[in-house]
């Protein structure tokens, strides 16, 4: 996909998600009440001035892209990865596996393992160095955040710790 | 209270040791972030923001601004040793800085980085010192149509950080924008954006927003594709600077301040451009201009001025008027509001022990930067070749913990988590994150200011009009969109014309 066809596929898609956001999300997650003095004083007012400007934005992205002058940046991206899209998706998955074990082992015991996991992952050649961070760090932070500052970080379901 | 009561109170308060520890402490943060490539400034003051929360504000702003300091330096360690700039203000060094590393030469033009990073920064120093008081007094006949004008006019600076493309760098502003109207509206208190959810009542926290668009992006980009490997780091070399090698380039590092307080006091330059313009001015002026670019430390110091230059002249638009200069002033003035400060006219009246405290530290962090740099580059420079894959997934854990600790909550994790994937997708579209980050905390103030305007005048547009300041703001906002839209143009133009030869 070149640049130019991947601008005015972002700049159609801006432009649907403001009208989405005018027709639907505004309507619906914006609380206007009767009694609004002024147009100009609505809650409203701004989310649509707002998703206006996303509209012309995103429709000028996309003439830019259809038919404005092709330069030197009108490159042609790599093929589609498939390897790097599963790894993506997989570190996404990571990511939602350490918010789930935070719950689960609390802060610090979390910490420690996605470091671990995060650097095996990252085909680090570091083992020793890997897992020295992954003991040490989470501690560290702990004990600045949780014995310092005070502030009492998530201990988990099946650890109670810190 | 006088000026010599305040600043005397103010050297009271400077004087303590947490204060001074933590701006020493900042400067060494923020020249070791500087110095690992792939971390910025912005990241390194990202990610030392959860640590200043249970700081005193004043102890906590230090920090954040030695980091800052620090870290503006320290982009120019990678950029002589292994051609590749620790941030995109030293991409300039990199110019004149690796072809003397690569003559055996590295640790002399890291000395002249560094004398010419701490005399521009003093000179910067000085200018915030002059001028943001005289700004803050002027500003105090401010009301909210003055405010909204101002903020407007701010919001340009959207322009000088999109990067290649306007258009994307507005529709990132207005995502920002969008995000910051999540919340209890600000005159009714009527829901906006919530769905139900009582964590977002308060609106999203900028914090998480701010980790989650800056620093999970480079990391979630590594993980898709890891490679651990940066350039070669090369020797220092035993050559120093000499006196009249420094004297040779003192006319350089003058231009190069000058030309960084100017550049920084305007909002949206930054950095980069700023050295490149004292670069090439420099060269303009040197009997050794056909040097440049081969290894000329007349080059290594013009460029360093003038990216160290903005570093003060920043905080002009911040202190004085509350409005940040670029993305990193930006974050600077959520620290504040974080510790229930809020920069401006007000806080001069209000603070203004804490105000000449801050210039204070302000001015001893360059004699920090000046020592700090001096070990840094001998100690530090390993510091560039640092494996990724220990450093990215340790980034990860502090963005964790730093997300958590601002309100306890694991709501702002998932806000963080949420935030870096958007920023990662942005990165790939190549929508820029900065005018996100400035439009979400310029957003409130804006819609704030124009509903007090409006609830001032009824409704009356012409509220707007009321004043000269406000025609001012009129005027520059119209006359920078004038200069956006024909330097647009110009870019338009050239490739045209280059196809046409």
Redesign the interface.
Known sequence: MT?RR??LL?GIG?AAFAVL?LLV?IPL?????KA??????S??L??RV??G??LL??T??AL?ARF??????DWQAPGF?PL?AL??LA??GL??L??WL??RLG?VLA?SL??????L??????TL??LA??LV??FL?WG??YE???????SGDWVSWP | MNAWDAAYWAFQTIAQPEAVAALALGVVIGVIVGAIPGMSATMGVALTLP?T??MEPLVGILLLLGVYKGGIFGGSIPAILIKTPGTPASSCTVLDGHPLAERGEAGKALEMALYASCIADVISNLALILFAAWLAAFALSFGPPEFFTLILFSLTIIAGVSG??L??G??SA??G??AA?VGL?L??G??????GQTELMAGLNFIPVLIGLFALPE??A?????T?GVGKVMDLGRHHVTWREFRRCLRGIGLGSVIGVVMGAIPGIGGAPSAFLAYSEARRISPNRDRFGKGELEGVAASEAGNNGVAGATLIPLLALGVPGDVITAVILGAFMVHGLRPGPIMFQQNIILVYALFMGILLSSVFLFITGKIAIRAFRRVADI????L???V???C??GA??IN?T?FD??VM?AT??LGYFMMR???PAAPFLIAFILGPML?DNF?QA??MS??SFTIFLRSGITWFFWAATALSIGLIVRRGLGR?RR??TA?GD
């Not at chain 2, 009527?190 to 769905?195: A, L, N, P, V």
């Not at chain 2, 590594?222 to 890891?226: E, F, K």
């Not at chain 2, 494996?387 to 220990?390: A, C, E, F, L, Y």
């Open positions: 640049t991947r601008d972002l801006v956001l999300v997650g914006v609380h206007v009440p609004v003095r002024a147009a100009v004083l809650p409203d701004w989310p707002i998703a400007m996303l934005f995103g000028v992205l830019q404005g002058a092709g330069d030197e940046d990865d790097a790894r993506f570190t996404l990511f939602l350490y918010y935070v719950r802060m910490s996605a470091i671990l996991a995060f650097g992952f990252g085909r680090t050649r570091h160095l890997l961070t992954a760090l989470p932070l600045f955040f310092i500052a005070g502030i009492p970080l998530p | 640590f929360f249970s290649d493309s258009t994307k507005l529709i207005g995502f924008l969008l109207t509206d005159v009714y009527t829901d906006r954006f919530i769905f990391i979630l590594y993980l898709r594709r890891p651990e494996p990724r894959s220990i990215y997934p340790s990860l854990a502090l964790v913990f958590y600790a306890n694991m994790v998932l988590f870096g994937v579209t190549g929508i819609e509903r409006m609830l009824q409704g338009r490739p045209a196809g």
